[in-house]
């Protein structure tokens, strides 16, 4: 049970004087120079780390609902593991980056004994490194690999749990809405007290009894998916960015007649309808009709011509023709009707004309 009292007395305090409660020391104090020291340079605490009252806006319902265990993945100095476990009396877990933060969320829990409070440091997008168990994940300012990786790690749980998200940056709910199809909003809404991009936390409820699980693996087995295949996926645009930080993948463009190849690395989308490569960088329209998902050779020449392309490689080549090409990088990799290489300089070689190549330093 979460006591009125304390619930009553977050919300009479400012943050600065929960800050000080928890033994957590105020911006001020702190100094913000050198390599990620305690705080960002030039980011206030307001920015950087959620504020207890918003907290305080979901926390008793979660609890209501059954949640026992916290988990703020990017936890800061522990202003949320500390809140939770001082108003449940329940676990939490927190994880961090940033030694001097892990310290200060450390020491503050010591000064008020909370020992159901489980910190860890590291870099929780590792792949050696396993999401805990937990009823709740709180997300916050994840973005880029951190968040593809985290993501990936809460699909896989076995078992359902909640998933808080305050919007940061203006993308991250939009990115859940068409990509994680397995997360399924609650009906709830809880309204923020301090300003953010948007004024709501959501909360969402993992789903893994979805029959789609179930397609995703058979599909991890194959070497590639037509597009046939991803139709019968509910939200293929959103399976193919789950690919978008694998090296082995890429994506096959059949666009007028010519199927071509674009790099997953970097992929990005503006709406539903649209998918954003950067090698090469094109704005393709989707639908289920034209783009594919194969899987890059391990060896051979279009490998090392995949590996490339990814890199952005400078290099010369010459044809059998006598045409060259100087500092160019590769673009496209065309591999129907014919097998081709289109270059940054806008020439076209077929793979077989090709004499020479020499990789520039």
Same mark, same amino acid.
């Given at each position: 049970?979460?006591?009125?009292?304390k619930?009553?007395?977050? #919300?009479?305090?400012?943050?600065?004087?929960?800050?000080?409660?928890?033994?957590?020391? /105020?911006? =001020?104090e +702190?100094e913000?120079?050198? !390599?990620?020291?305690?705080?960002?340079?030039?980011?206030?605490?307001?920015?950087?780390?959620?504020?207890?009252?918003?907290?305080?806006?979901?926390? /008793?319902?979660?609890? #209501?609902?059954?949640?026992?265990?916290w988990?703020?993945v990017?936890?800061?100095?522990?202003?949320?593991?500390?809140?939770?476990?001082?108003?449940?009396?329940?676990?939490a877990?927190?994880?961090?980056?940033?030694?001097?933060?892990?310290?200060?969320?450390?020491a503050?829990?010591?000064?008020?004994?909370?020992?159901?409070i489980?910190?860890?440091?590291?870099d929780?997008?590792?792949?050696?490194?396993?999401?805990?168990?937990?009823?709740?994940y709180?997300?916050?300012?994840a973005?880029?690999?951190?968040?593809?990786?985290l993501?990936?790690?809460?699909?896989?749980?076995s078992?359902?749990?909640?998933?808080v998200?305050i919007?940061s940056?203006?993308?991250l709910?939009?990115?859940l809405?068409w990509?994680?199809?397995?997360?399924?909003?609650?009906?709830?809404?809880?309204s923020?007290?301090?300003?953010?991009h948007? /004024?709501? +936390?959501?909360?969402?409820?993992?789903?893994?009894?979805?029959?789609?699980? !179930?397609?995703?693996?058979?599909?991890?087995t194959? =070497?590639g998916l037509?597009p046939?295949?991803?139709?019968l996926h &509910?939200? /293929?645009?959103?399976?193919?960015?789950t690919?978008?930080?694998?090296?082995?993948?890429?994506?096959?463009?059949?666009?007028?007649g010519?199927k071509w190849?674009?790099?997953?690395?970097g992929?990005?989308w !503006?709406d539903?309808?649209?998918?954003?490569? !950067?090698? &090469?960088?094109?704005? +393709?329209?989707?639908?289920?009709?034209?783009?594919?998902?194969?899987?890059? &050779?391990?060896?051979?020449?279009?490998a090392?011509?995949s590996?490339?392309?990814?890199?952005?490689?400078?290099?010369?080549?010459?044809?059998?023709?006598?045409?060259?090409?100087?500092?160019?990088?590769?673009?496209?990799?065309?591999?129907? &009707?014919?097998d081709?290489?289109?270059?940054?300089d806008?020439?076209?070689? #077929?793979?077989?004309?090709i004499k020479k190549?020499?990789?520039?330093k």
């Amino acid at each position: 049970m979460v006591e009125t009292e304390k619930i009553d007395f977050i #919300k009479g305090q400012s943050t600065a004087q929960v800050d000080l409660f928890f033994n957590l020391k /105020p911006i =001020s104090e +702190v100094e913000r120079e050198g !390599h990620e020291s305690l705080y960002l340079s030039g980011v206030t605490s307001e920015a950087l780390y959620t504020s207890y009252q918003d907290l305080l806006e979901v926390m /008793p319902w979660l609890y #209501k609902q059954g949640a026992r265990t916290w988990c703020d993945v990017g936890c800061g100095v522990g202003r949320s593991c500390l809140l939770w476990s001082w108003l449940t009396q329940e676990r939490a877990i927190g994880i961090e980056l940033v030694p001097e933060r892990i310290e200060e969320a450390r020491a503050a829990c010591r000064s008020k004994n909370l020992s159901q409070i489980h910190w860890i440091e590291g870099d929780f997008s590792s792949p050696s490194r396993a999401l805990p168990e937990s009823d709740v994940y709180f997300l916050y300012l994840a973005t880029g690999p951190q968040l593809d990786a985290l993501l990936a790690k809460i699909k896989k749980r076995s078992t359902p749990s909640w998933v808080v998200v305050i919007e940061s940056h203006g993308d991250l709910k939009p990115r859940l809405q068409w990509e994680a199809w397995w997360l399924a909003p609650t009906a709830n809404r809880f309204s923020l007290k301090s300003f953010r991009h948007d /004024p709501w +936390v959501q909360v969402y409820k993992t789903r893994p009894d979805h029959p789609v699980f !179930h397609l995703e693996d058979s599909w991890e087995t194959k =070497s590639g998916l037509l597009p046939q295949d991803l139709a019968l996926h &509910p939200n /293929p645009l959103g399976y193919l960015l789950t690919k978008s930080f694998l090296k082995n993948w890429e994506i096959v463009i059949d666009e007028r007649g010519e199927k071509w190849t674009m790099e997953t690395i970097g992929l990005a989308w !503006h709406d539903m309808n649209t998918v954003q490569g !950067h090698l &090469p960088p094109r704005q +393709v329209s989707w639908s289920r009709e034209n783009i594919g998902l194969r899987r890059i &050779p391990e060896e051979g020449q279009y490998a090392q011509w995949s590996a490339w392309r990814r890199e952005e490689r400078l290099f010369s080549y010459l044809t059998h023709q006598g045409i060259s090409g100087q500092r160019v990088k590769l673009r496209k990799i065309i591999i129907s &009707p014919y097998d081709e290489l289109e270059f940054s300089d806008g020439v076209r070689v #077929k793979w077989e004309d090709i004499k020479k190549w020499e990789e520039l330093k």
